[in-house]
């Protein structure tokens, strides 16, 4: 069996995705800190990095999956860890039983500290995560997605750092998990074509190309103004308005799927990845806008 180096592991693990589930972590604890809360912050950190490895365990249990059932093959986009040869199915699926083994310890450690409420947590996103292939087979990872990199992190998050669950959180969940669920909505509406010969149906196969174009449009620029509404009433503090700079990357992201029905899928071959990074940046300034008004207050 070939001998893999570390970079070749990270790489299976796609970690250019990983914003989706470390931002929505980030994003609640300091939101909390800004409503004055008491704050656990080792178990803000150790929720961060779980979740972390919960979704690498997710991202190659995907691959494996979508390798096998024909969705990944030599000339579509994306990773190339099966498809490209770096790696063979039963290495994958072993890293990806090996990652879920850790998050389930970790997550198991974390239970203890803390209590029983955060096992319904864990039972979610474990669940998402060996559930997620077959219903996005079905057009429902949209769905799956938001749950397990928006509603379940920020729930999940309030509960391990204050002892209780904070219903609040899902005023941040929502413009964070709508960018994260972009990230998906980018990559299957680029694969449209591709995934039409796997025999599944995902939820840009469904819209069409020019539908899910205009979806993604939503996904990306409702954030915004959900939270100048949020700031206007009083929901979030002002500073929160500092996200209006990463507009500018934002509209060049629909600069870019306005391309689609031009050019074609090779025009936002890399949206996906292009998602992650402003998820990355729009969720960085909203959680440094919460911290900047918590220090000032």
Not at 8 to 27: G, N
Not at 101 to 119: E, N
């Amino acid at each position: 069996m070939k001998k893999h180096s570390f970079k070749e592991w990270l790489i299976a693990t796609r970690p250019w995705s990983f914003p989706a589930s470390a931002m929505p972590v980030l994003v609640t604890l300091t939101y909390l800190y800004w409503l004055q809360n008491d704050i656990n912050w080792i178990n803000g950190i150790w929720a961060l990095v779980n979740i972390v490895i919960f979704h690498a365990a997710g991202n190659t249990w995907s691959d494996y999956f979508d390798f096998k059932r024909g969705v990944d093959t030599k000339d579509t986009y994306g990773v190339k860890t099966l498809t490209g040869g770096m790696f063979t199915p039963k290495e994958i699926y072993r890293l990806s039983l090996g990652l879920l083994a850790v998050a389930l310890i970790a997550g198991l450690g974390l239970w203890v500290c803390t209590g029983f409420p955060l096992l319904y947590i864990g039972i979610g996103g474990a669940a998402c995560a060996l559930l997620y292939p077959p219903l996005k087979y079905h057009a429902l990872g949209d769905v799956v997605i938001f749950l397990a990199y928006a509603f379940l992190p920020t729930l999940g998050t309030s509960y391990v750092t204050t002892g209780v669950f904070n219903w609040d959180v899902l005023w941040v969940a929502i413009p964070v998990g709508l960018i994260t669920v972009a990230i998906l909505h980018a990559n299957n509406t680029r694969d449209i074509q591709t995934d039409s010969h796997a025999d599944i149906r995902t939820l840009a196969m469904k819209l069409g190309g020019k539908m899910s174009m205009y979806v993604y449009c939503a996904e990306i620029l409702f954030p915004f103004g959900w939270i100048a509404g949020c700031a206007v009433t009083g929901t979030f503090p002002l500073w929160t308005l500092l996200v209006a700079v990463v507009l500018i990357p934002a509209i060049g992201n629909v600069r870019m799927v306005s391309q689609l029905p031009r050019k074609g899928e090779a025009a936002i071959a890399n949206l996906d990845e292009m998602t992650a990074k402003l998820q990355l940046l729009f969720s960085l300034i909203f959680a440094l806008s919460f911290v900047i008004a918590a220090l000032l207050a």
